[in-house]
């Protein structure tokens, strides 16, 4: 058995932690923020969406954020009961939930628009190594996504 064989079940060797522990890490330097707008992460990221492009498709919304019906509906409807959405079946196709924002959800853009300058500002990282990390996951992600 080889060195790097020997090595390819140390923790230390796999790509797939220090992705998950950089994601979790980031992700919580979100929570003091959204917390004081009774937001999470994800539905953060479900208006972020919504504010780019209003009125979408709940199978659209689900591409874009790479999750599947079961586990946007249950959130979506939560925010729909928190009064940020509303959730109507399309009148061309009834097969199809369409997605809106109602003024409370448009209102919360607002709230949220000074968040991700306080994340660069908290990650500390330099403009040109930021844009490398930022190219290199998408391209996992879409390298991932091809398979």
């Not at 923790?11 to 992705?19: A, K, R």
């Amino acid at each position: 058995m080889t060195k790097k064989e020997e090595g390819s079940l140390k923790l230390e060797d796999q790509l797939c932690f220090p992705l998950y522990v950089a994601s979790r890490k980031v992700i919580s330097l979100y929570q003091p923020y959204l917390k004081k707008l009774n937001i999470t992460y994800t539905q953060y990221i479900v208006l972020m969406v919504l504010w780019e492009n209003d009125n979408i498709a709940v199978s659209e919304l689900g591409r874009r954020l790479f999750l599947d019906n079961g586990t946007l509906t249950p959130l979506l409807k939560k925010m729909e009961l928190q009064g940020y959405l509303t959730r109507q079946r399309s009148r061309k196709d009834e097969r199809m939930v369409i997605i809106s924002l109602t003024q409370d959800g448009m209102a919360l853009k607002e709230k949220c628009s000074d968040i991700p300058s306080r994340i660069a500002e908290a990650l500390d990282v330099d403009q040109e190594k930021f844009d490398e990390l930022y190219g290199l996951l998408y391209d996992v992600i879409r390298k991932l996504s091809d398979i």
